[in-house]
């Protein structure tokens, strides 16, 4: 195999020319260039990236971390943040952190150990005390997680009002609403907050039901489901995140209740889900294309050191409207 | 921060033996590792992963190559990979190869620069030349690449079988059958020979209609399902991939057909999606983690120098019966 010095001696120039070219260095005369690429075309010569990595003190990698990509809201936004870092010239690195409790700090450390040059987090199971330990770039999906690592989020309280707009516009007064963990601190809240102060203005009853902390699976969606039509059952709206929302209306419509003329679902989040099942849903939806751009941006700004101009990134939602409302 | 002399001086070892330790080069007395580990304690000392996989010349990275993981079917199977290798100490590189052309092409490039140590590859888009040219360890997933190139892939034949049979029980005598493009090799060509041949003996009519190729968005789905309803529609039996089928049965349903009286549905793969719709989808069920245990036995295999037993893993599928099938 070719190594460096024989590509150098090729080309008529010095090993550190030939290194400089590779790693982009210093200057290289456009002339030079031409024969040292030369050379190593007709030497076959592929440089080590590893040894170039070592010289630069990075890898072009970020971790991805996701509870896992089954679920599409995170599907949809590791194929938009690959995507986006791709375009950057960065690769992904993709850890599902619902497998194994230890994973998450185990990515964490790569930042230290240097096979990551930042991480994307849109994990909320670790306490946060270990994010603040490592000093290197980090954005945070939906998570605070300290003050000084940036926050891509939607505007939920927006969301939550847009949604509890749309069941009070189709005349519901009797809501099912089901909302995230309040174990960890997340902008979510401010949906579940926003959603029962405009059904309270408008004297509307409602009944929260709050979900498992990080159970994101269909399979718990089902043991809800199940256990919320074990009790009597007299709602004429519900409100929830898309999967959980789709199995209610399914579970639903096999008892006979006719949708949107018995109960009306508004969803939340509005992935590809809400447009497979029939009737489609209407749905609260997030940019999930945008969250990702925003979070790539933060994270590539921190790795070239260059200081974020705003912390926290909000972007607005949008209501699409399905046949699940009337 | 420590360097691994200040390691060696405060363990009182040379530096040679603190380096066999990291890098699991050599002896080292079980007295010796605990003082250095005892120094690595005291001293916060991070060995630079980067360096250390330079001299093992490994990195611990897989490329898993999949069109997106907005695909079920992908996106199931990259979780369980991901489980899979993170069990068997490896990190997962992800690569969506449906937004850029070369993007395969760059990632097989990864094996030759030291990025990665093996690819798995799901991806039906790229000449296989450039397959063939890589000698380094490569799994395909359904795909024929190479004589020399493993390929893991579920047994298409009988889940052509199964579906013909499911469909004639129910006494469907008119058949859409949607199959996929014959532009690449792959083993689900089987798939949809049995299923012709199964019709053909029991004198069924069958439409065949081609999917174009590496066309796996909901977008082109409904396309798909757009022209096939713009002509005149009398068939009694479908069988497709999971999304396009329930995509086909809720414009039937929409349409006013009743299923499964009018109309019965077959979905082949078997993903999440399949319980998502109401009536819950009758499918040919591809075992997936199953597919992804197999893909990373047979790549650890080859990275670590063992001769794969054999070359080519088929596996069983089965028949799960939902509510689309009388």
């Known amino acids: 195999m070719a190594r460096i010095k024989d590509v150098a001696q090729r080309a008529q120039v010095g090993v550190g020319t030939v290194s400089r070219m590779l790693n982009g260095s210093g200057y290289v005369a456009e002339e030079t260039r031409e024969k040292i690429e030369q050379a190593m075309r007709e030497l076959n010569y592929t440089p080590n ?8 003190k990075r890898t072009g990698i970020i971790a991805v971390m996701v509870p896992n990509v089954s679920n599409p809201f995170f599907a949809e936004f590791v194929d938009c943040v690959e995507e986006d870092l791709y375009d950057a010239g960065y690769k992904m690195m993709l850890c599902n952190t619902a497998k194994a409790h230890n994973a998450e700090l185990e990515y964490l450390d790569m930042l230290n150990r240097h096979i990551v040059d930042g991480v994307i987090s849109g994990v909320h199971s670790l306490d946060i005390a270990e994010y603040r330990k490592v000093q290197k770039p980090i954005v945070a999906l939906d998570r605070y997680l300290d003050e000084e690592i940036p926050v891509v989020a939607v505007d939920h309280a927006s969301g939550g009002r847009m949604a509890a707009e749309e069941l009070l516009r189709c005349s519901c007064r009797n809501i099912l609403h089901f909302c995230g963990s309040t174990a960890v601190e997340s902008p979510y809240h401010q949906r579940h907050q926003e959603f029962e102060k405009c059904m309270a203005r408008r004297h509307c009853r409602t009944t929260m039901y709050e979900l498992e902390w990080n ?112």
């Open 49 to 56: 990236e590893l040894a170039r990595n070592l010289y630069r």
């Open 215 to 326: 159970r994101l699976d269909s399979q718990y969606y089902q043991e809800v489901v199940e256990a919320v039509f074990s009790q009597p059952f007299d709602y004429d709206g519900v409100f929830a995140v898309d999967w959980l929302a789709i199995e209610c209306m399914n579970e639903a419509l096999r008892r006979g209740y006719k949708v949107p003329r018995d109960i009306c679902f508004v969803s939340y989040d509005g992935t590809f889900l809400t447009n497979v099942v029939e009737p489609r849903m209407t749905t609260i939806v997030q940019p999930i294309a945008g969250l990702a751009k925003e979070a790539v941006r933060l994270l590539t700004d921190q790795i070239q050191g260059r200081k974020p101009q705003n912390k926290s990134v909000v972007l607005g939602v949008t209501l699409r409207k399905g046949h699940t409302t009337r």
